[in-house]
């Protein structure tokens, strides 16, 4: 149980141009969502917290413009990387909390991302 | 607020040695602890946890224990094998907020 998944898992786009990532939680409802993005060789670094049916809580220094969160259900979150650069290249990890008293987050497979 | 510092790697080491992956961490309040394990090309998958001081989290022949008094969370596995080779984090969980924060990641490769 406790899967997250994410789609798609490698993605390669233009400069400019607008990318979604979904991510799912397939067998359990989550209230809450969390973004990160990893950098090569690197730890991650927490994007944005979402919870359903509210606005994402982005952490210090996110452009909330540019990384836009939707939480439209209890079982999907959307993260679209608005007119993309190549500094936007990264691999990004989603990660799903079921809610009340639980603290496990699980994590989706990761996205990488590629602005040509 | 909360951080987490583990040994810096890579660490190299040969099928069948000990491994121990030291990790501390700073905390306001009452975390709950995590080792994750990404494997290459993948995302994370959780280890082991422990949610209270003494707690022993183990997994794969993988342990760690929560240890109050000296704030750490060493990883240790007695006997690696080539599957072992990933890159291993450190996390701390709050529990007001649920944050996970991470430590830098160990890069450990073992050798048949």
């Known amino acids: 149980g406790a899967v997250v998944s994410q789609h798609p898992s490698r993605v390669i786009c233009k400069s400019g141009t607008s990318v979604k990532i979904e991510c799912r939680s397939l067998?359990?409802?989550?209230?809450?969502m969390f973004w990160y993005r990893q950098f090569p060789k690197q730890s991650l670094m927490l994007m944005a917290t979402?919870?359903?049916?509210?606005?994402?809580?982005?952490e210090q220094g996110v452009e909330k413009d540019k990384f836009l969160i939707n939480h439209a259900s209890l079982t999907l979150s959307t993260l679209t990387v608005t007119s993309a650069h190549p500094e936007d290249s990264s691999f990004y990890i989603c990660s799903a909390r079921a809610g009340g008293f639980s603290y496990e987050q699980y994590f989706g497979p990761g996205t990488r991302l590629t602005v040509t | 607020g909360n951080s987490v510092t583990q040994m810096e790697g890579p660490v190299t080491l040969s099928e069948e040695a000990f491994l121990t992956i030291n990790c501390t961490y700073t905390a306001t309040g009452y975390p709950s602890l995590f080792w994750y394990v990404q494997y290459p090309g993948e995302g994370l998958q959780l280890l082991l946890k422990a949610t209270k001081a003494d707690d022993k989290g183990s997994n794969k022949g993988f342990e760690a224990t929560y240890r109050k008094e000296t704030t750490s969370f060493h990883l240790e596995k007695g006997s690696v094998q080539v599957s072992d080779s990933a890159v291993y984090f450190c996390a701390l969980s709050d529990r007001n907020d649920y944050k996970l924060s991470f430590g830098a990641g160990t890069t450990v490769t073992v050798r048949a």
């Open positions: 979402s919870n359903e049916g509210s606005k994402a809580t982005y």
């Open positions: 067998d359990f409802q989550a209230t809450t």
